[in-house]
């Protein structure tokens, strides 16, 4: 069983910064083997595809994010990351981490965290 708990969530004025973390966790499971995503979901709102990286790193954005996130992954901690700047109000949302064999398979997903922009 795959658990992926996110954290770093938070307040942030618009323009700022966070960096969310998701630890993945689970007999034998290793982000080595996996491809990892972040979506979000706004109140009201779809969840969507915010980035994603494959299991050899290669990353993905959403074009309402390119230029300002960042994923990465730490395979030695099993935890992916996503570095998010010059946030926007707009980037308000549910963060949620995901996994799964490839970036068009993801079957796991953390309980998320929220993140709020001010204006």
């Known amino acids: 069983q795959v658990q992926l708990v996110e954290s770093g969530g938070g307040l942030v004025q618009a323009g700022g910064s966070l960096r969310l973390s998701c630890a993945a966790s689970g007999s034998g499971f290793s982000i080595v083997f996996r491809a990892m995503g972040w979506y979000r979901q706004a109140p009201g709102k779809q969840r969507e595809l915010v980035a994603t990286?494959?299991?050899?790193?290669?990353?993905n954005y959403a074009d309402f994010v390119k230029g300002r996130f960042t994923i990465s992954k730490d395979n030695a901690k099993n935890t992916v990351y996503l570095e998010m700047t010059s946030l926007k109000p707009e980037d308000t949302a549910v963060y949620y981490c995901s996994a799964g064999l490839t970036i068009k398979l993801f079957d796991s997903w953390g309980q998320g965290t929220q993140v709020t922009v001010s204006s």
């Open positions: 990286i494959t299991r050899g790193g290669t990353a």
